[in-house]
């Protein structure tokens, strides 16, 4: 929910109302058009164009045109009018501009004088936040692999708190971004490594709500984003009421223990029975798994065939994602799915904005609408699977996006449901594919991988507006592009293992071989951590060895990627 909160923050605290320029003196009246006042503040109302421009006369008796970034005297000032057609002297925004308050008193725009020449500083605000989301759901995944996940979510979400109240105390226009995009950094780690941290600590069985209820909560902290707008105009008051509502999330993160998996990969298997032994308490179980004799079996096997694919001495980096073609594969295929998703669901947003009325009432509901899409992919997933809720949903964004092509444009309601229904299907493919990811991958990379998905994420965010740019080459060149991606991506989604009701994988063997055909090599294996389960695995992966190497891996598949 917190991270729901400062996602969607600058929504509202960015906001460019009506302006014009300043001008030099006191007014004694305004005209617009037919309409006169006193003063500009009963002009704004009727305010519709950037093209408009108000006439002012000061009390020394100057008659002024204000536009945006520029104004002019007149230089006859005789009876006061709108139409003037007589010489004027223009003059830049020296004594800056006057802006529309109605709706909000303060904004970081009307802060810092965010319009004109230095518009484009208030659209750095949301790129600059995004790359920090970028690189901190890489930089955070990998931390967590090599230092655990509770010490990342304590010093996450203490960063989200401070950073996010910082941001309220910043003095400049600079300061402000550098400190944004250091909590957009905790934020995206808090997201990635929460989300693995409960996919890594509910059973097989709830797993899917679970993780699911990560995005619900996600979704209220949109509308949570609503609600203070609403009552809130002021931008830094804003901001302090938004980060004290993560307080909470702050508190409770200090009682959380490490995740036995992660425990049993750095081999602290007396800090793992601990934990496990609490959590059969709680669930009423009377004897516990005893991790001495799951493990030694294991460890004998492990030095036995040589695999130190566990060991504690050995740091994975995102190399270890290509380490042999079947994982690249996998790779490739759910970073473009990552990647599809986050384009599809932004463009799909910014196609609904048509809807107009009341912007706090649009963003609640933009939030609420995610909630059911999320109920109906964890009966999917339950049900179906991972793999075959994935693939139609995919591929039904495809077709609605060709289908939107079809229906007329005077016919604006079919329209929007159209979107509706094209956000409502990316939508539970988005939410799916972070549960799909963690369970994809082995406990030693999972975050990584988790957080590499992310950073596909969020490159495909900040080129969705890109890509709704194209619509001044043809009006539909946006949803033509989500639904070759959409169904590219459902197509290789085939090629993916199902993970439903499979236990998490510890090791990159385990992963890749549940990804391999099993009918010869697997069927009728004994339990999977025995050791002739572990000695036959081994025997598979010597079979269809494909002899790459990590380095090997890079070496050809890195130029691939960067030319796609």
């Known amino acids: 929910m917190s991270c729901g909160i400062h996602y969607l923050a600058s929504v509202f605290m960015a906001v460019t109302p009506n302006f014009v320029c300043g001008f030099p003196g006191n007014v004694s009246s305004v005209l617009f058009h037919n309409s006169s006042a006193s003063s500009i503040e009963d002009i704004w109302t009727l305010w519709t164009s950037t093209e408009n421009y108000i006439v002012v006369q000061l009390e020394n008796g100057e008659i002024w045109e204000l536009d945006q ?96 109240i910082a941001v309220a105390f910043t003095f400049d226009y600079y300061g402000f971004v550098i400190v944004r995009f250091l909590l957009a950094m905790v934020s995206s780690g808090y997201l990635v490594v929460a989300f693995v941290y409960v996919t890594e600590f509910v059973g097989i069985k709830a797993r899917t709500w679970a993780s699911m209820h990560v995005h619900a909560f996600f979704a209220m902290g949109i509308m949570i984003v609503a609600l203070v707008g609403f009552f809130v105009r002021t931008w830094w008051v804003y901001q302090i009421f938004l980060t004290i509502a993560t307080l909470p999330f702050v ?34 179980v009377s004897t516990s798994c005893k991790v001495s004799e799951l493990c030694s079996v294991q460890q004998d096997d492990l030095a036995r065939t040589g695999d130190n694919d566990t060991s504690s001495t050995k740091k994975h980096t995102i190399l270890d994602l290509f380490c042999n073609w079947q994982i690249a594969r996998r790779t490739i295929t759910v970073w473009l799915i990552w990647f599809t998703g986050s384009l599809g669901y932004y463009v799909f947003s910014l196609s609904s904005v048509s809807l107009g009325g009341n912007e706090y009432l649009n963003l609640f509901l933009i939030g609420a609408v995610e909630l059911p899409c999320y109920i109906i992919a964890c009966l999917a997933m339950d049900r179906l699977g991972r793999r075959n ?21 005077d016919f604006n309601i079919l329209i929007i449901l159209a979107n509706m229904a094209g956000k409502f299907s990316i939508g539970v493919a988005f939410g799916l594919i972070y549960l799909y990811t963690a369970e994809l991958y082995p406990t030693v990379v999972r975050s990584l991988a988790v957080g590499s998905g992310s950073m596909m994420c969020r490159v495909g965010s900040v080129v ?63 339990p999977a951590h025995s050791g002739a389960a572990l000695e036959k695995d081994r025997g598979c992966l010597v079979k269809k060895e494909l002899g790459l190497t990590n380095k090997a891996a890079a070496k050809w598949l890195f130029p691939i990627l960067i030319t796609i």
Not at 83 to 107: A, H, I, R
Not at 117 to 145: C, H, N, S, Y
Not at 253 to 268: A, D, N, Q, Y
């Open 69 to 164: 970034c520029s104004r002019s005297k007149r230089e006859v000032s005789l009876d006061l009018a709108y139409e003037y057609k007589g010489n004027k002297s223009v003059f830049p925004c020296s004594d800056g501009f006057l802006y529309d308050d109605t709706k909000w008193k303060s904004t970081v725009v009307t802060q810092w004088d965010l319009v004109c020449d230095r518009e484009w500083l208030a659209k750095l605000i949301q790129p600059t936040f995004m790359l920090g989301v970028l690189i901190g759901a890489v930089i955070f995944g990998d931390i967590a692999d090599r230092l655990g996940r509770q010490r990342v979510i304590w010093f996450t979400s203490a960063g989200q708190f401070v950073f996010g």
């Open 251 to 284: 508190l409770c993160c200090w009682m959380l223990p490490e995740t036995p998996f992660w425990l049993l990969s750095e081999e602290r298997y007396e800090d793992a029975q601990k934990v496990i032994d609490t959590m059969a308490r709680w669930n009423k």
């Open 389 to 409: 809720t994935l693939i139609p949903f995919l591929i039904l964004s495809a077709l609605i996006c060709v289908l939107i092509m079809f229906i007329p444009q």
């Open 464 to 526: 969705a507006p890109f890509c709704v740019y194209l619509r001044s080459v043809w009006i539909f060149m946006p949803l033509l592009l989500v639904g070759i991606m959409a169904l590219l991506s459902g197509i290789l989604t085939i090629m993916l293992p199902e993970t439903l009701g499979k236990p998490l994988t510890n090791t990159l063997v385990e992963a890749t071989e549940m990804g391999r055909n099993k009918k010869s090599c697997s069927e009728k294996t004994p």
